[in-house]
């Protein structure tokens, strides 16, 4: 599976985004996805999952309320959608599939390139 982020960019604190991550291989759909983010100086953390069918979700408890994540499985696709952003979710956004633990980014087998999320007035 290959895994190609993107929709990150410029926005003003309060404002949106939806940040989308299109993977390639049929394996996808069986797949359990996720978001992590690093901000400069820190480590990669846990943004949220989506189990494979999108019955399960979880997010962390920084994003709980603005943050929603979704997929298509028909266009092999996951999305994050980022709302009332603030200055602190200011970070490199990375999708992520096939782990062990949701919650362990070394779990992950597969990790997309990054986008860049920006929260600035």
């Known amino acids: 599976v290959q895994l190609q982020a993107s929709g990150g960019g410029l926005v003003q604190p309060g404002g949106s985004l939806r940040l989308s991550c299109t993977a390639s291989?049929?394996?996808?759909?069986?797949?359990?996805m996720g978001w992590y983010r690093q901000a400069p100086g820190k480590e990669r953390s846990f943004v949220a999952a989506i189990s494979s069918d999108g019955g399960f979700t979880d997010y962390a408890v920084s994003v709980k309320g603005r943050f929603t994540i979704s997929r298509v499985n028909a266009e092999n696709t996951a999305y994050l959608q980022m709302n009332s952003l603030k200055p602190e979710d200011t970070a490199v956004y990375y999708c992520a599939a096939g782990p062990t633990n949701v919650y362990v980014a070394t779990s992950y087998v597969y990790w997309g390139q990054g986008t860049l999320v920006t929260v600035s007035s």
């Open positions: 291989g049929a394996r996808f759909r069986i797949d359990i």
